[in-house]
Nanobody, 123 residues
Framework: QVQLVESGGGLVQAGGSLRLSCAASTRTFSNYAMGWFRQAPGEEREFVASTSRSGAATVYADSVKGRFTVSRDNAKNTVYLQMNNLKPEDSAVYYC????????????????WGQGTQVTVSS
């Protein structure tokens, strides 16, 4: 069982930055690839980024490539999403999720989810 808790969301102006954190309560955090997803009102849940078990490999959605960076600290059981040059279209609830397989953009492949944190980008 893995419990995930996101933090770091908030209101920011376009062009600004936020850093999301996701803390995992499990002794086997390094066994899981971690992903970030987002969901805006009335929209499907959308893949944002994923990191492999070690953090050595990452993959991003085209819409955030070059602006967002996913990283993890296995000693702290935490995964991060650094978001720079934010745009109003980045506004959504952001979720972290755990999977046994790296790189899946299909949210149904992730077995564990946090409760989400709201990110709002004003224009």
């Amino acid at each position: 069982q893995v419990q995930l808790v996101e933090s770091g969301g908030g209101l920011v102006q376009a062009g600004g930055s936020l850093r999301l954190s996701c803390a995992a309560s499990t002794r086997t955090f390094s066994n899981y690839a971690m992903g970030w997803f987002r969901q805006a009102p009335g929209e499907e849940r959308e893949f944002v980024a994923s990191t492999s078990r070690s953090g050595a490999a990452t993959v991003y959605a085209d819409s955030v490539k070059g602006r967002f960076t996913v990283s993890r600290d296995n000693a702290k059981n935490t995964v991060y999403l650094q978001m720079n040059n934010l745009k109003p279209e980045d506004s959504a609830v952001y979720y972290c999720a755990a999977s046994y397989r790296f790189g899946d953009s299909d949210y149904s492949k992730y077995g564990y989810w946090g409760q989400g944190t709201q990110v709002t980008v004003s224009s």
